[in-house]
Structures are given as structure tokens and as C-alpha cells.
């Protein structure tokens, strides 16, 4: 039996990706998000207008996508409620953000040095993918779709497949985010500070 509903939210669960790009004064910006899609090699990045993570990247057109898996689940909900954006937006400090400068301090983690752009990528995470802007794309009345192409890629050595330039699927357990929680493996690996701020219901989530 279905039934016609007016769903708030359309967010049904992509890997969450760390993306690490130059703040304007040339430190390292580190943000979480879970709106991307790759074809080829390009991907295309779902951002808010208001970010500091969209203005790096407009301005920068560089960044590197960190593919985070389950086992960060941590450290990135360390950062999300964080923006590298002072002051704070209005809308984003209703929900609890604050504005912190070293983002991979708060995280936990650590800075590894790009080869071909400048932010750093996160060496904790077993895929890096370093990037270049293509073309931004207005997406709805708050959104930019942002469009990059990947220029280097970089893959721990124990999730390639032996004799091929491949991810071994089985091993690649990527950290999902669906409706605002944190997922691996199929199942919810943990509490997300995010669901708090967006006031995301989750009645049937343990505590």
C-alpha cells in the first residue's frame, strides 16, 4: 500500500565526502557533505550558496574530496556544526553552529600535502581525490551545483584489486549519511549532531 505524502526532505543516503579547499588566506578549510554524484571523472557537488565552503571554491577552484569511511564516523560529526565563515551566518547560528578555524584539529585528523592542487587531503581517508572547478550551476533558490573533474586520485593500497586500477567494492565501506544519521555496513554507526540541528525526526534510532 503506498500513499501520497508531502516528504519535507529528499535525502535518501550518498557516501559523505570531506572537502578540504584554501580558505582566503591560504589555511586549509575542512567541511562535511553528503551531496555528490560522480560520472566519469567528474563529479558534481550540491552546496549551499551561504557556505565558506562555496565561496572557496568559486574563488580557489581547487579543492581535493576526501571519501570518508564508517569508521570516521567521529570525527566527522565533530565538524558539523562548525563553518569556517566569520561571522557565523544568521541561519546557520540558529542551529547551533560556530565558527572554527583549524577544522582539522576539531576532527582529529590530519593534513597530508597535494601534489597537483593546494588544499591538503586527509590521511585518514583511504580515497583522496584532487580536484579542479569546471563550471558552477545555479541549483534552486540556495543551492550551486558545482561541477569538478578529478586530477589526481590516490587509494590505500589494500582496497585496490591485485592487478587492477579498481576499489575492491567488498572492501570499501563508505560512511553513508541518510536523513541526517550516520550509516555503515546498513547499519547506524552512531549519534549525528546534524540531525539535532536540522531537528530531523528519528524515533526508532537507539541513544
Not at 570531506?18 to 557533505?33: F, K, Q, V, Y
Not at 579543492?63 to 569511511?69: E, T
Request: aromatic share 8%; hydrophobic share 40%; charged share 20%.
Amino acid at each position: 500500500m503506498h500513499r501520497a505524502i508531502d516528504l519535507k526532505v529528499h535525502y535518501y543516503g550518498t557516501p559523505v565526502v570531506l572537502i578540504s579547499t584554501r580558505n582566503e588566506d591560504g589555511t586549509a578549510n575542512l567541511a562535511p557533505m553528503s551531496s555528490a554524484w560522480w560520472l566519469g571523472q567528474s563529479c558534481m557537488l550540491g552546496l549551499g550558496n551561504a557556505g565558506h565552503t562555496t565561496a572557496n571554491l568559486l574563488r580557489e577552484r581547487e579543492c581535493v574530496l576526501n571519501l570518508a569511511p564508517s569508521t570516521l564516523a567521529d570525527a566527522v560529526d565533530r565538524l558539523a556544526l562548525t563553518t569556517g565563515a566569520h561571522p557565523v551566518p544568521e541561519r546557520k547560528a540558529a542551529m547551533g553552529y560556530v565558527y572554527e578555524p583549524d577544522k582539522f584539529a576539531v576532527a582529529g585528523l590530519t593534513a597530508q600535502r597535494s601534489e597537483v592542487v593546494a588544499p591538503p587531503r586527509v590521511t585518514e581517508c583511504p580515497i583522496q581525490l584532487e580536484c579542479r572547478v569546471i563550471e558552477a550551476h545555479p541549483f534552486g533558490d540556495r543551492c550551486t551545483a558545482i561541477e569538478v573533474r578529478v586530477v589526481r586520485a590516490y587509494l590505500e593500497e589494500g582496497l585496490k584489486i591485485p592487478g587492477k586500477d579498481y576499489v575492491d567494492p567488498v572492501g570499501w565501506d563508505p560512511l553513508i549519511m541518510k536523513f541526517c544519521e550516520f550509516f555503515g555496513g546498513g547499519s547506524n554507526v552512531g549519534p549525528s549532531r546534524l540531525a539535532e540541528g536540522w531537528r530531523m525526526p528519528h524515533p526508532r534510532l537507539v541513544r
